[in-house]
């Protein structure tokens, strides 16, 4: 089976930074993604992490650790337009599980 | 590229009616996923398709409920008979074969059965 846990809401001023984490539990292991969703609107892709270690994509990284079965998202320079639901989602045979999201709620 | 496209965006319906559930994927990609989210079970995939051909349904809840794709360009979701707990946002989303953790969602349909 496949299960993963991230934190349900995190809230931060203009110009910080987030870390969003979350464990996972796999049976097998094909990598893993995050989305970024707006109330009201669809997930939209954010990154992918297959290997161990981090990708930047502007302000948003995502990192992964294989072996401590974990990852994370960070977001810099936090913006009001970041406030919005972050899902990470495990893939394996074309099929991504998706945590319940963390709700990000950005104060001025 | 127009991306997704699902029609309708809102369904209100009465229980016990049949409601179907459009979609149209982007063009080229060759898998097609159908999502329902809710506020206490989250975000789950129902079925996917790949090349028109449905892979895995194990995610759809029971009978009342069907897919079909009969062509690359269009999916359907189906609901026979309706019930309250069907109340959803269902999402279309596709995905070229090459990387298929990089799915892109439709607006979705706001589903309320009363």
């Known amino acids: 089976g496949q299960s993963l846990e991230q934190p349900s809401e995190v809230t931060a001023v203009e110009g910080a930074i987030v870390q969003i984490n979350c464990t996972y539990q796999t049976s097998g292991f094909y990598g893993l993604s995050w989305y970024q969703q707006h109330d009201g609107g669809a997930p939209t892709f954010l990154s992918y992490?297959?290997?161990?270690g981090l990708e930047e994509t502007g302000r948003f990284s995502s990192f992964l650790s294989r072996s401590d079965s974990y990852g994370y998202l960070l977001l810099q320079e936090l913006q009001m337009k970041d406030s919005a639901s972050y899902f990470c989602a495990h893939g394996r045979n074309y099929k991504l599980s998706f945590g319940a999201g963390t709700t990000v709620t950005v104060r001025a | 590229d127009a991306g997704v496209i699902q029609s309708p965006r809102h369904e209100v319906t009465e229980m016990g009616q049949e409601v179907t559930l459009r979609c149209k994927p982007i063009?080229?990609?060759?898998?097609l996923f159908w999502y329902r989210q809710t506020m206490m079970r989250g975000l789950e995939l129902l079925i996917y398709f790949n090349n028109n051909v449905p892979i895995d349904d194990s995610g759809m809840p029971e009978d009342r409920f069907s897919a079909k794709m009969p062509n690359a360009s269009f999916s359907t979701l189906k609901i026979q008979p309706s019930e309250p707990r069907d109340s959803a946002v269902y999402f279309c989303?596709?995905?070229?074969?090459?990387?298929?953790?990089?799915?892109?969602f439709g607006p979705g349909t706001r589903l309320t059965v009363t």
């Open positions: 992490n297959a290997l161990d």
């Open positions: 063009s080229g990609h060759d898998y």
């Open positions: 989303a596709s995905s070229p074969g090459t990387a298929s953790y990089e799915q892109y």
